[in-house]
Antibody
Framework: QVQLQESGPGLVKPSETLSLTCTVS????????WSWIRQPPGKGLEWIGY???????KYNPSLQSRVTISLDTSKSQFSLRLSSVTAADTAVYYC???????????WGQGNLVTVSS | DIQMTQSPSTLSASVGDRVTITCRAS??????LAWYQQKPGKAPKLLIY???YLQSGVPSRFSGSGSGTEFTLTISSLQPDDFATYYC?????????FGQGTKLEIK
C-alpha cells in the first residue's frame, strides 16, 4: 500500500520561502507522476504542479514564477518550494501521486502551512 | 484553464436516498474526469476515475457517468458514512482543475 507523508514547518513568515517534503513509502517513485495540491482553509482544491520520476516538471501558470518541485529518487522523496509567500498562500498542502493525464490516486494526510509574521 | 462547475453546492438528503451530483466542464474533457470524497480534516479520497470507473475498494453504491462536458456522480442508497464534500476534477489538460465542491448534509 503506497503511503505519502508531508513534512515541513507549519509557520512561514511573509516574503519567505515555504518548503515541504513528501516521503513515499510502500511503492516506487517510478514510473509515476507526483503532484502538490493545496486547499486554503474552508475552500476548494488547487493543483500546484507535478514532477515525473525522470525529473520533468509542470506548474500551474498562476504560481509558476514562484514554484519549484524537485525529486530525490534515492530517498523516495519529492519537495515543494514556494517563494515570496503571502497570507494568500496559507493552506493545507497535500502531496499526491498522479499528474499528466492520470488521476490522483494516493494522497498524503496534508500539512497546514500558515503564513504570518 | 478548463473551468469545472458543480451543482448543487449543498445537498441535504436522508440515509437511504438516491442522490446525484452534476459537474460541468467549460470545454470537452472527453472522459478524463475523477470524483473525490473529502471528510473534515482529511485528504480527498478517489472514488471514480475516467468518468465511470470505480476505484478499488469503493462501495458499488457509487457510480459515475458522462462524457464531453457533463458528468454525474450518483450514490444509489446513502449511508451515514457518505455525508462529506465531493469534488470533481478534470485531467484532460496538464493543468488539473477541480470543481468548487458539493457538501452533502444530513436532512
Amino acid at each position: 500500500q503506497v503511503q505519502l507523508q508531508e513534512s515541513g514547518p507549519g509557520l512561514v513568515k511573509p516574503s519567505e520561502t515555504l518548503s515541504l517534503t513528501c516521503t513515499v513509502s510502500g511503492g516506487s517513485v517510478s514510473p509515476y507522476y507526483w503532484s502538490w495540491i493545496r486547499q486554503p482553509p474552508g475552500k476548494g482544491l488547487e493543483w500546484i504542479g507535478y514532477i515525473f520520476y525522470t525529473g520533468s516538471t509542470k506548474y500551474n501558470p498562476s504560481l509558476q514564477s514562484r514554484v519549484t518541485i524537485s525529486l530525490d529518487t534515492s530517498k523516495s522523496q519529492f519537495s515543494l518550494r514556494l517563494s515570496s509567500v503571502t497570507a494568500a498562500d496559507t493552506a493545507v498542502y497535500y502531496c499526491a501521486r498522479g499528474g499528466s493525464y492520470s488521476e490522483i490516486d494516493y494522497w498524503g494526510q496534508g500539512n497546514l502551512v500558515t503564513v504570518s509574521s | 484553464d478548463i473551468q469545472m462547475t458543480q451543482s448543487p453546492s449543498t445537498l441535504s438528503a436522508s440515509v437511504g436516498d438516491r442522490v446525484t451530483i452534476t459537474c460541468r466542464a467549460s470545454q470537452s474533457i472527453s472522459g478524463w474526469l475523477a470524483w473525490y470524497q473529502q471528510k473534515p480534516g482529511k485528504a480527498p479520497k478517489l472514488l471514480i476515475y475516467k468518468a465511470s470507473y470505480l476505484q478499488s475498494g469503493v462501495p458499488s453504491r457509487f457510480s459515475g457517468s458522462g462524457s464531453g462536458t457533463e458528468f454525474t456522480l450518483t450514490i444509489s442508497s446513502l449511508q451515514p458514512d457518505d455525508f462529506a464534500t465531493y469534488y470533481c476534477q478534470q485531467y484532460n489538460s496538464y493543468l488539473y482543475t477541480f470543481g468548487q465542491g458539493t457538501k452533502l448534509e444530513i436532512k
